[in-house]
C-alpha cells in the first residue's frame, strides 16, 4: 500500500485518525523502506526541537517587560508582578488577565476564563470569584482555592473587597452590580502550605497599596460586614 | 510555561538570532498589548500572539528585500558557513539548528517552528499563518526534507 510522504509525516506528528494512522502502522510492518523513512522524520523532528529545548529556561530580559510597566493612564489600575520582574510593574486593568499569562503562564489565574471576564475596557469576577466576592465572609473557607483578606469601604457608599485566589491576590470593587478587578499581582508567598492567609502581611504590596487608595475608613469588621453582604454591598 | 519565553524561542528560530529575535518579541508584546481588544477570549492567546509576531516579521522582511534591491545584495554571504551535505551529528547544538533552518526559504521556516518546536497542530498552525491546513503540509514535506538531509545526511536508502 502506498503511503505519501505527507500522510507519513502527518503519523509521525500526530495529526492522523485512528483509522488512518491504523493504515500507516500496518504499511510500515510490511514496509521497512518506509519504517527507515519514519525513523529518520522522527530523529530529525527530535534533533531540531531539542536544538531549542534550552530556550524555555532562560530568564527573560528586563527590556522585554517593558510594554508591561507604562504608567497608570485614564482609569487606571495598579497590577504588580513581584515574582516576574522583581519589581512591581504597572498596568491597565485591561492587559492584567493576559499579562498574568504572559508572565506567569497558562497554570496561573490568567488562564482561569470562568472566574474573569473582559467588560468596558476592563476585567470583572464571573463564576466562583464572582460568588465569593458575593457572599464570602473574609477568614472565612480556610484552605479554599479562594480565599477573602477583607472587606473595605469606599468613597460613595461602595465596598472593596481584598481576595486570594491560586497564587494571585486582588483588589475587586462593587460597580453597577457587578465586581470590577481593580487589580491583579501575582502573590510571592502564595504557596504558603497552610493555605490560611488573611493576614494581610501575606498580601502583595501593590494590592495592599491600591486598596489604601480606594478605602474611605477601616477595614470592616465581621458584623459590618455581614451587614454590608446582606444589603448586598450597596 | 509563560508566553513570552515560547515567544522568544520562537522569534529566535524565525529570525535566526538573539538580537532580531528579541527585538521582535519586544515590537510583538507592544502591539499586542496595544490591540489587545481584539483578542476573542475564547481563542488561544499563544496563537494569537504568535501571528502577531508572524506577521511582524514578514513585513520586516519585506522592507528588508526592498531595501536590499537597491543596495548589492551577495547572496553567497548567506549561505556562508554551512556545508549542506555534511552530515552532522543528530543531537543539534542551537547554532547548528538555527544554520540548517536559515537555509529554508521563510515561509517554510515559519512552518516547520510552529510544528516542530513550537507543538501547535496543522490546524493551528494554518490559523496561525493565515493559510490552508493543505499548504501547510505541503510546506511541512519541504522543509522536513531539507532538514533531513542536512541533519542527518542524505537518505541513501
Redesign the interface.
Given at each position: 500500500m502506498m503511503i505519501s510522504?505527507?500522510t507519513l509525516?502527518?503519523f509521525a506528528?500526530d495529526?492522523l485518525s485512528a483509522g488512518e494512522a491504523r493504515r500507516v502502522v500496518a504499511a510500515l510492518e510490511a514496509d521497512p523502506?518506509l519504517a527507515?523513512?519514519l525513523d529518520?522524520?522522527r530523529?530529525?523532528?527530535?534533533?531540531?526541537?531539542?536544538?531549542?529545548s534550552?530556550?524555555?529556561?532562560?530568564e527573560?530580559?528586563a527590556?522585554?517587560?517593558?510594554?508591561?510597566a507604562s504608567p497608570p493612564r485614564r482609569g487606571a489600575s495598579i497590577i504588580a508582578f513581584p515574582q516576574?520582574a522583581r519589581r512591581p510593574l504597572y498596568?491597565l486593568a485591561?492587559?492584567a488577565c493576559?499579562a498574568l499569562?504572559?508572565?506567569?503562564?497558562?497554570a496561573s489565574v490568567g488562564a482561569d476564563?470562568t472566574m474573569f471576564?473582559?467588560a468596558d475596557?476592563g476585567i470583572v469576577a464571573r463564576g466562583d470569584l464572582d460568588k465569593a466576592l458575593d457572599a464570602q465572609a473574609a477568614g472565612a473557607n480556610a484552605g479554599a482555592r479562594i480565599q477573602i483578606a477583607m472587606s473595605i469601604p469606599e468613597d460613595g457608599g461602595g465596598y472593596c473587597r481584598v481576595f486570594k485566589l491560586d497564587a494571585s491576590a486582588g483588589l475587586a470593587c462593587g460597580e453597577g452590580g457587578e465586581w470590577r478587578i481593580d487589580a491583579l499581582a501575582a502573590s510571592d508567598s502564595a504557596t504558603d502550605a497552610s493555605g490560611y492567609a488573611t493576614a494581610a502581611g501575606d498580601l502583595p504590596d501593590a494590592i495592599l497599596n491600591a486598596a489604601n487608595q480606594r478605602r474611605a475608613g477601616d477595614p470592616l469588621d465581621a458584623v459590618a460586614e455581614r451587614q454590608a453582604m446582606q444589603a448586598r454591598w450597596r | 510555561?509563560?508566553?513570552?519565553?515560547?515567544l522568544?524561542?520562537f522569534a529566535?528560530?524565525m529570525t535566526g538570532s538573539r538580537a532580531d529575535g528579541?527585538d521582535l518579541?519586544?515590537d510583538t508584546?507592544?502591539r499586542?498589548?496595544l490591540r489587545?481588544?481584539q483578542?476573542r477570549?475564547?481563542t488561544r492567546?499563544d496563537a494569537w500572539v504568535f501571528r502577531i509576531a508572524k506577521n511582524l516579521w514578514i513585513d520586516q522582511i519585506r522592507s528588508k528585500r526592498a531595501r536590499e534591491r537597491v543596495v548589492v545584495s551577495d547572496p553567497d554571504a548567506d549561505a556562508a558557513g554551512l556545508d549542506g551535505r555534511a552530515a552532522m551529528d543528530?543531537?543539534?547544538?542551537?547554532s547548528?539548528?538555527l544554520q540548517?533552518l536559515a537555509t529554508l526559504p521563510e515561509e517554510q521556516r515559519i512552518v516547520?517552528t510552529l510544528?516542530?518546536?513550537e507543538g501547535f497542530?496543522?490546524r493551528e498552525a494554518a490559523e496561525i499563518i493565515g493559510i490552508p491546513e493543505g499548504t501547510v503540509?505541503?510546506r511541512?514535506?519541504r522543509a522536513?526534507?531539507a532538514?533531513?538531509a542536512q541533519?542527518?545526511g542524505e537518505?541513501r536508502?
Open positions: 510522504d505527507e509525516m502527518a506528528d495529526e523502506a527507515l523513512k529518520r522524520m530523529r530529525a523532528k527530535a534533533a531540531l526541537k531539542g536544538a531549542f534550552g530556550q524555555l529556561e532562560l527573560t530580559p527590556r522585554l517587560l517593558a510594554p508591561f516576574a498596568m485591561a492587559a493576559v499569562v504572559f508572565l506567569v503562564g497558562r476564563a471576564a473582559r475596557g | 510555561m509563560g508566553l513570552i519565553p515560547r522568544r524561542r529566535l528560530a528579541d518579541v519586544q508584546l507592544e499586542a498589548l489587545l481588544d483578542w477570549p475564547d492567546l543528530a543531537a543539534l547544538t542551537l547548528k539548528a540548517v516547520i510544528v516542530q518546536i497542530t496543522y503540509t505541503s511541512l514535506v522536513r526534507a532538514i533531513e541533519v542527518l537518505d536508502t
